[in-house]
């Protein structure tokens, strides 16, 4: 409590910084607006997946979601950046990829997706030619986290806020998590309010939908986080979490919040090994998760970890191949029975692309 009062007091001391981070990206906005800078589009349908903010809003899951939409019907490639990776450049992931290469999210999509093409590059105008060069048969590109990336005009914007921190509250780095101007919603054709309570009522969906105001067009979705079995980091086994069950929760994302309120909810307890945004494991961490988890008093104790964290953590095979490490699959679950009238939405801009 007082750590977050703490933060909160000096991020507010930063004001006169996000004034001039407001005026920085104000002006490259400006000068994509008025075509100063140019945007490039490409000839098949690019889908991009983005916030106007720092933090989980939940762009992997809705990743994931498209990819399972499409890939049926449609030949599909994903494109991100590769944050953290240890790598330069474009790079399309092979079998013999790690997550060092080319980052944990896409080394997730690669390894739950084998079979799609999952490519990495910061910059996404240079990297989509190489990425249709290697993949001729290409019929749609999901480009991760490149709402910003104005480089690039995506025929779809697909724009993630998340419930307990709407952009229309939010500020501008670094007091608040806005990286973008919010103004910059209205480049989006569909907005997704994630995270919500999956008992959201209507009343107050609308008293949402009336504070973004959408353009005439745009469509607003609600989705609440879903979380799977989990599976066993190695042997892919399945484990129930009980109210018998106490977990060692070992996390690397932006925003654990909604995983820890499911633990609260369906664990008989839980500790939390709480390291920073795609934090690149090291042996003292390890042996740090193993003193804890020992030090645990439970008979029933497990090590619960995220997808994300998972791919970071399997460079230790030999290490844990033995320890009751399970993986949390996460996934958006679309609330008032509207996910056909999304699906619909993409499916149709695919089909319908010129």
């Known amino acids: 409590m ?3 009062l703490f933060l ?5 001391l930063l004001l006169p910084f996000a004034f001039l981070y407001w005026f920085a990206i104000s002006i490259r906005n400006w000068l994509y607006d008025n075509k100063i800078s ?3 589009s490409f000839g098949l349908p ?11 809003t939940g762009k992997s899951p809705m990743v994931e979601y498209l990819v399972r939409l499409l890939h049926p019907k449609f030949k599909v490639a994903t494109l991100s950046r590769g944050y953290k990776r240890k790598t330069k ?10 997550a060092l290469e080319i980052g944990d999210e896409p080394m997730q999509f690669h390894q739950k997706f084998p079979e799609i093409a999952v490519a990495v590059g910061e910059e996404r105008l240079e990297a989509i030619p190489q990425l249709l060069h290697d993949r ?20 779809l914007n697909i724009l993630l806020t998340e419930y307990s921190n709407l952009f229309t509250r939010d500020f501008y780095l670094p007091t608040g998590d806005l990286r973008d101007l919010k103004s910059q919603y209205k480049r989006a054709q569909i907005i997704v309010v994630t995270k919500c309570d999956p ?5 107050e969906k609308e008293k949402i939908v009336s504070e973004i105001r959408p353009e005439k067009g745009q469509s607003i979705f609600f989705t609440s986080i879903q979380y799977d079995m989990p599976y066993h980091i190695l042997t892919r086994s399945g484990c129930s979490i009980t109210d018998e069950t106490s977990a060692l929760l070992v996390t690397g994302i932006a925003n654990p919040t909604p995983l820890k309120a499911w633990l609260e909810k369906h664990s008989r307890e839980y500790n939390l090994l709480q390291y920073s945004d795609h934090h690149i494991f090291t042996i003292d961490d390890l042996n740090e998760i193993k003193r804890k ?4 008093e439970s008979s029933n104790r497990i090590i619960l970890t995220t997808e994300k964290d998972a791919v970071r953590l399997l460079k230790f095979g030999s290490e844990i191949k033995d320890w009751p490490l399970f993986v949390v699959p996460v996934r958006h679950d679309f609330l008032f029975n509207e996910h056909q009238l999304f699906d619909r939405l993409v499916q149709d801009f695919i089909q319908n692309f010129k």
């Not at 690019?46 to 989980?56: D, E, K, T, Y």
């Open 38 to 40: 140019r945007s490039t």
């Open 89 to 98: 450049g474009y790079a399309l992931a092979t079998a013999g990829s790690t």
């Open 46 to 56: 690019v889908i991009c997946i983005g916030n106007l903010s720092v933090g989980g």
């Open 199 to 203: 008992d959201l009522s209507n009343e």
């Open 293 to 296: 988890f020992e030090g645990m």
């Open 136 to 155: 001729p048969d290409t019929e749609a590109i999901i480009l991760d986290d490149a709402f910003q990336h104005r480089a690039v005009k995506a025929g």
């Open 2 to 4: 007082f750590s977050n």
């Open 8 to 12: 909160k007091s000096f991020r507010i």
